[in-house]
């Protein structure tokens, strides 16, 4: 695995869309996982977005369910989020990571590469 580099993070208002680009050096589909996980102020890191680079299986978090949508462009070794519908809540430094042998999906430990994460603000 080589480094993952993320981009398109800013500032937004509610109710508006971002969408996050995640570019990989090496080919996406050599990890059982790619995806996003995200970490508040005072928070844990969590799962928000994660798809099996082979099948496109995907996964979601609850709080995502229905705004979020995650995609993969295996030509380009990226993986990228739609964000809509943002709200305040989802203010975090987003991280895009990769997951060589898979396992729990929303487990942060299963997760071998790491990009160096994009703030996304979003104010009311």
């Known amino acids: 695995q080589g480094p993952l580099v993320e981009s398109g993070g800013g500032s937004v208002q509610a109710g508006e869309s971002l969408r996050l680009s995640c570019q990989a050096s090496?080919?996406?589909?050599?990890?059982?996982?790619a995806g996003w996980f995200r970490q508040a102020p005072g928070k844990e890191r969590e799962a928000v977005a994660i798809?099996?680079?082979?099948?496109?299986?995907?996964y979601y978090a609850d709080s995502v369910k229905g705004r979020f949508t995650i995609s993969q462009d295996n030509a380009k070794n990226a993986v990228y989020l739609q964000m809509n519908n943002l709200n305040p809540e989802d203010t975090a430094v987003y991280y895009c990571?990769?997951?060589?042998?898979?396992?729990?999906?929303?487990?942060?430990?299963?997760?071998?590469?790491w990009g160096r994460g994009t703030q996304v603000t979003v104010s009311s």
């Open positions: 090496t080919y996406i589909t050599n990890n059982v996982y």
């Open positions: 798809v099996a680079t082979t099948g496109s299986n995907t």
């Open positions: 990571a990769a997951s060589l042998y898979g396992g729990t999906w929303y487990s942060p430990a299963i997760y071998n590469a």
